[in-house]
């Protein structure tokens, strides 16, 4: 049993693992930092008062951008290539707010005001784009 485990995990993929999910954190804790404060609305404040849309459309961003640096890790050639394809995820999910915002006027207004409709929308948006981004994050054959 001690032999498969020692096989099937050696200290190279764990070291690769611990960088990854490291470096995997980081960005994701940046690119929630960037959302944050480029919307106008204030997710946190609003999310401790128990905004539940604040939460639905940070929630969708957060998985939006998930998707696709997720996808970049599974086929990176190194860290710094899931750091630039993670930094050009999150821009896409940023430009993904700004227009649903225009879609959508007002949308910070409506989140402030725990508008579900706005923020489930803003949400599958973010989601969307992020599936899509991930699928053309894929390198081709």
């Not at 008062?49 to 940070?58: D, I, Q, S, T």
């Not at 997720?70 to 290539?81: A, K």
Request: net charge neutral.
């Amino acid at each position: 049993m001690l032999e498969a485990l020692r096989m099937s995990v050696s200290f190279q993929s764990l070291l690769s693992f611990v960088v990854y999910i490291i470096v995997a954190g980081g960005l994701f804790a940046l690119f929630q930092m960037a959302y944050t404060r480029l919307t106008p609305h204030k997710e946190f404040a609003q999310i401790r008062e128990g905004n539940v849309a604040a939460a639905v459309a940070l929630g969708g961003a957060l998985i939006g951008f998930a998707l696709p640096a997720s996808n970049v890790i599974t086929y990176s050639i190194s860290v710094l290539d899931v750091v630039i394809w993670a930094v050009i995820a999150a821009v896409v999910q940023l430009l993904a707010f700004t227009a649903t915002s225009m879609v959508l006027k007002d949308l910070s207004a409506r989140i402030t005001r725990g508008e579900l409709a706005a923020a489930i929308y803003a949400a599958s948006v973010s989601i969307s784009v992020g599936f899509l981004n991930s699928a053309c994050m894929t390198p081709s054959t």
